[in-house]
């Protein structure tokens, strides 16, 4: 099993910032990638920032890094808007013993609100 433990979701107001993190544990022996998605209400759940780069609508305001052990991810999130009000959620693959496939987990979110 792997669990994957986000902190930092709050309210802010706009023009803030916040600083998400997620570390993962449990039975791992390679976290493969770690990445974050938001969900807003009455909306699909949606890529924020990864391996790949952020999306569009956070680009230069939110920055992903990861631990030099590569287990914890941080969202670094900057000038803050009421529209990136959601929940945040932490997304790994990981690998648990050697030869095992990838598996993919979830964290249990968190709410990040953003008044105006």
């Known amino acids: 099993q792997v669990q994957l433990v986000e902190s930092g979701g709050g309210l802010v107001q706009a023009g803030g910032s916040l600083r998400l993190s997620c570390a993962a544990s449990?039975?791992?022996?390679?976290?493969?990638?770690m990445s974050w998605y938001r969900q807003a209400p009455g909306k699909q759940r949606e890529l924020v920032a990864g391996?790949?780069g952020v999306a569009d609508s956070v680009k230069g305001r939110f920055t992903i890094s990861r631990d030099n052990a590569g287990n914890t991810v941080y969202l670094q999130m900057n000038s803050l808007k009421p529209e990136d009000t959601a929940v945040y959620y932490c997304?790994?693959?990981?690998?648990?013993?050697?030869?095992?496939?990838?598996?993919?987990?979830w964290g249990q979110g968190t709410q990040v609100t953003v008044s105006s």
């Open positions: 391996a790949s």
């Open positions: 449990g039975t791992i022996f390679r976290v493969n990638s």
């Open positions: 997304y790994a693959t990981v690998v648990s013993r050697p030869g095992d496939p990838s598996r993919a987990w």
